[in-house]
Antibody, heavy 117, light 112 residues
Framework: QVQLQESGPGLVKPSETLSLTCAVS?????????WGWIRQPPGKGLEWIGS???????YYNPSLKSRVTISVDTSKNQFSLKVTSVTAADTAVYYC??????????WGQGTLVTVSS | QSVLTQPPSVSAAPGHNVTISCSGS????????VSWYQQLPGTGPKLLIF???KRPSEIPDRFSGSKSGTSATLGITGLQTGDEAEYYC?????????????FGGGTKLTVL
């Protein structure tokens, strides 16, 4: 069974960098598929942030591209997200998920990140 | 403002049937597969439908998906109180770059 688990600080100060990691178990990232990050502001809908292949090839949401970096560490079977210059608008539950062709089949439980001083 | 348009809410009584629409364009739904997700209150999204019409093995056949042109539809038959949730459609959009994942704004299903 594929499992994903997000981890990282739950509170980030404005203008600082948000950093999250997604640990994958039950499947080797090196075996294939894309891996993605999706976020959901409180009371709002889902927003795709970006996706990465095990080779490091990435796709980013154009609206976030200037502030987002997604990287992969195949030796640890995990991938990571960095969002720079955060504001209150970046407060959200952040999910990691496996992207199979055009759908996300396995999701993490999500982690709430609050941007506040 | 999402490029995929869903009704904000739908409602129906237990045992009844309901459909949820997802409208897009030729740059997204018109040329790509559509997926649907269920998000129960306080939980993360769960894949319901992929490749327009396919269900993961654990999803009951009360849930179905269809696509026609630039619109897709999720159908739920024999509504149960446990189906009360937020539902999202998702596909790829190639209008801005090589391919971006896009979600609909979500539809809140209330089982009266």
């Amino acid at each position: 069974q594929v499992q994903l688990q997000e981890s990282g600080p739950g509170l980030v100060k404005p203008s600082e960098t948000l950093s999250l990691t997604c640990a994958v178990s039950g499947y080797s990232i090196s075996s294939g598929y894309y891996w993605g990050w999706i976020r959901q502001p409180p009371g709002k809908g889902l927003e795709w942030i970006g996706s990465i292949y095990h080779s490091g090839n990435t796709y980013y949401n154009p609206s976030l591209k200037s502030r987002v970096t997604i990287s992969v560490d195949t030796s640890k079977n995990q991938f990571s997200l960095k969002v720079t210059s955060v504001t209150a608008a970046d407060t959200a539950v952040y999910y990691c998920a496996r992207l199979v062709r055009l759908h996300f089949d396995y999701w993490g439980q999500g982690t709430l990140v609050t941007v506040s001083s | 403002q999402s490029v995929l348009t869903q009704p904000p809410s739908v409602s129906a009584a237990p045992g009844h049937n309901v459909t949820i629409s997802c409208s897009g364009s030729s740059s997204n739904i018109g040329n790509n597969y559509v997926s649907w997700y269920q998000q129960l209150p306080g939980t993360g999204p769960k894949l319901l439908i992929f490749d327009n019409t396919k269900r993961p093995s654990e999803i009951p056949d009360r849930f179905s998906g269809s696509k026609s042109g630039t619109s897709a539809t999720l159908g739920i038959t024999g509504l149960q109180t446990g189906d009360e949730a937020e539902y999202y459609c998702e596909t790829w959009d190639s209008s801005l770059s090589a391919g971006d994942v896009v979600f609909g704004g979500g539809t809140k299903l209330t089982v009266l």
